[in-house]
């Protein structure tokens, strides 16, 4: 399974931009990569998915260099309500099913 | 669209006892899974289906049955109980159609066993 290393906590403030990194060195060629946002007692919340280069859609950007080994969510002028986790996932290819792993994730917390 | 429902949203059970919880989507999604989430962790991939009638093992399957008689529903059964198995759970659903891999998750089904 691919695994996918990314900081535990980050801090930040609002309207400021937040930088999340994730690595996975192992990424398969067929692999998206995928973030979630997790709010407590709340599932996962789809954010973004890309497979290279950069993708931007209404919520945060996602950048991919040529060698796939990592991937940086970005998200613009954070708020509050931004506080949550954030997980960076890389899919398993098998027989045709795609199988994420989530890791541990960052937990981002946005002060005033 | 209700999205992804999961009941109950909570349960106490002794352990050995079995249990099984429901969850349903109305998107029409061939693909499902059940994660469980563990305090201060990521979610662990229990059982998945990609379609009526399929499923296979995710990473940490022992204790816990899933069948897939139609396409809106994923029961996950607990076949006896155990502390170790105290935990959020969460399902989700996707299409398997087109290159978005967007799960949708449900609310989650908080378990204690005691």
């Known amino acids: 399974l691919a695994k996918t290393t990314q900081p535990i906590s980050m801090d930040s403030y609002e309207g400021q931009e937040v930088n999340i990194t994730c690595s996975h060195n192992?990424?398969?060629?067929?692999?998206?990569i995928t973030w979630y946002q997790q709010f407590p007692s709340q599932g996962p919340r789809f954010i973004i998915q890309?497979?290279?280069t950069k993708v931007t859609n209404e919520v945060a950007s996602l950048f991919i260099p040529a060698d796939r080994k990592s991937s940086t969510l970005s998200l613009p002028r954070v708020s509050l309500s931004d506080t949550a986790v954030y997980y960076c996932l890389v899919g398993e290819a098998s027989g045709g099913s795609y199988i994420p792993t989530f890791g541990r994730g960052t937990s981002l917390i946005v002060h005033p | 669209n209700a999205g992804v429902t999961q009941t109950p949203k909570f349960q106490v059970l002794k352990t050995g006892q079995s249990m099984t919880l429901q969850c349903a989507q109305d998107?029409?999604?061939?693909?499902m899974s059940w994660y469980r989430q563990d305090p201060g962790m990521g979610l662990r991939l229990i059982h998945y289906s990609v379609g009526a009638g399929i499923t296979d093992q995710g990473e940490v399957p022992n204790g816990y049955n899933v069948s897939r008689s139609t396409t809106e529903d994923f029961p996950l059964r607990l076949l006896s109980a155990a502390p170790s198995q105290t935990s959020v759970y969460f399902c989700a659903s996707r299409a398997l159609a087109g290159v978005t891999y967007e799960q949708y998750f449900g609310p989650g089904t908080r378990l204690t066993v005691t």
């Open positions: 192992n990424i398969a060629t067929n692999d998206y």
């Open positions: 890309g497979y290279k």
């Open positions: 998107m029409n999604h061939e693909y």
